[in-house]
Structure formats: structure tokens, C-alpha cells
Antibody
Framework: EVQLVESGGDLVQPGGSLRLSCAAS????????MSWVRQFPGKGLEWVSG????????YYADSVKGRFTISRDNSKNTVFLQMNNLRVEDTAVYYC??????????????WGQGTLVTVSS | DIVMTQSPLSLPVTPGEPASISCRSS???????????LDWFLQKPGQSPQLLIS???NRASGVPDRFTGSGSGTDFTLKISRVEAEDVGVYYC?????????FGGGTKVEIK
């Protein structure tokens, strides 16, 4: 059974940093692209960042480019999102999501339960 | 960036009746491989989003056959042949052609 379990969400002050983790199980992790998607309170979805299975390719939304870094440790079946210089507008539930097919693109067939990041003074 | 536009914003439905949601993209989602990189998700109240349809028309595993995705290029439609009470929630389309991936604003489906 595929499972994605996010952790690391917290209350942080503007300008602060957080590192989110997503522990994956139930599939051949290194073969699949992974992404982070966020949902603002009471609002829609925004894709944040994605990384290929090998870790060779990484992509970011313009809103987080230069502040967030996605990475993965295939030996630990975990994907990370390092979030620096956080802003109030980064407040959201952050989901990790798995691509549907190996070595392909960005169709998300499994999502985690989400972790809440609150940026406030 | 590719802009995704969904309509309607809200869709009151009667159980047993059909429903349809439209999604338009600002540029074609048709890849050279012949696939339309358009996905549909449903987020039920209090839950994470779940994949309904990928590549425009491929029903995800376990998704009831009352859900059908169609369209090509820039115009796509999600149809529910007979709405059931469990289908309530917010439906999102997403272009998966190229990063940055982008979502439509969502369509809230509720029972009349």
C-alpha cells in the first residue's frame, strides 16, 4: 500500500525557515517524480516544486524560487522541502504527491495528508 | 505560465442527474507524444485531493465509471453521468504538461 507521510509543519515567524519531510512507502521510490503542492486556507491548490526520481531535475513555482529547495534521499525514501525566508503568504497546508507512472511526468495519483505551515509574528 | 480556467465556480446537483465541469487552458496541453496532459482531481471535505482522471481521459484506479474525462488541446470536460451524494467536494483540473504545473480555481459540487 502506498503511503506518503508529511512532517515538519509548524508556526514560524516571517523570515524564518522550516524543513518539510515526506516519508514514502509501498512503491519503488527512486523511479517516481515527487512534488509539493500547497493549499492556502480555504482556497485552491498551488503546485510548489517537483523533483525527478533521480533527483537530477528540480522545478519551482515563481512564488518560491530562490527561497525553497526540494531534494530527496532515495536511500531513505524521503523527499524534502527546505523553506527559507518564509513569508506570511506561505501559510498553507503542504502536501507531497507522487507521480502516477515511473520515469514520467507529473500526474499525482497519491497525496499525503498534508502538514500545516503557519507564518506569523 | 499556463493559465487554467474552470467553470462553473459552483455546481448544485440533484442525485441521479448528470453534471459537467469545463476546464480551459491558455495553451495547448497536447504533447508531441499524442497525450493531453490534463488531470482532474476531487477534494472531498476534510480530505486530500484524489486523482480521478489523468491524461485527459484515463480514469484512475478505483474511480467509478460514472466519471468521464474528454477534450483535447485547450478545452476539456469532466462529466459525471449520475451524481451520487459521495461525489460532493471541490473538483480541480491541472495541467501536467510542463512546470510550473498549474491548477484551475476549482468547482464546488454540492447536493441541492
Amino acid at each position: 500500500e502506498v503511503q506518503l507521510v508529511e512532517s515538519g509543519g509548524d508556526l514560524v515567524q516571517p523570515g524564518g525557515s522550516l524543513r518539510l519531510s515526506c516519508a514514502a512507502s509501498g512503491f519503488s521510490f527512486s523511479r517516481y517524480s515527487m512534488s509539493w503542492v500547497r493549499q492556502f486556507p480555504g482556497k485552491g491548490l498551488e503546485w510548489v516544486s517537483g523533483i525527478y526520481g533521480s533527483g537530477a531535475g528540480t522545478y519551482y513555482a515563481d512564488s518560491v524560487k530562490g527561497r525553497f529547495t526540494i531534494s530527496r534521499d532515495n536511500s531513505k525514501n524521503t523527499v524534502f522541502l527546505q523553506m527559507n525566508n518564509l513569508r506570511v503568504e506561505d501559510t498553507a497546508v503542504y502536501y507531497c504527491a507522487k507521480d502516477e507512472a515511473p520515469n514520467s511526468g507529473w500526474d499525482f495519483d497519491y497525496w499525503g495528508q498534508g502538514t500545516l505551515v503557519t507564518v506569523s509574528s | 505560465d499556463i493559465v487554467m480556467t474552470q467553470s462553473p465556480l459552483s455546481l448544485p446537483v440533484t442525485p441521479g442527474e448528470p453534471a459537467s465541469i469545463s476546464c480551459r487552458s491558455s495553451q495547448s496541453l497536447l504533447h508531441s507524444n499524442g497525450n493531453n496532459h490534463l488531470d482532474w482531481f476531487l477534494q472531498k471535505p476534510g480530505q486530500s485531493p484524489q486523482l480521478l482522471i489523468s491524461l485527459g481521459s484515463n480514469r484512475a484506479s478505483g474511480v467509478p465509471d460514472r466519471f468521464t474525462g474528454s477534450g483535447s488541446g485547450t478545452d476539456f470536460t469532466l462529466k459525471i453521468s449520475r451524481v451520487e451524494a459521495e461525489d460532493v467536494g471541490v473538483y480541480y483540473c491541472m495541467q501536467a504538461l510542463q512546470p510550473p504545473l498549474t491548477f484551475g480555481g476549482g468547482t464546488k459540487v454540492e447536493i441541492k
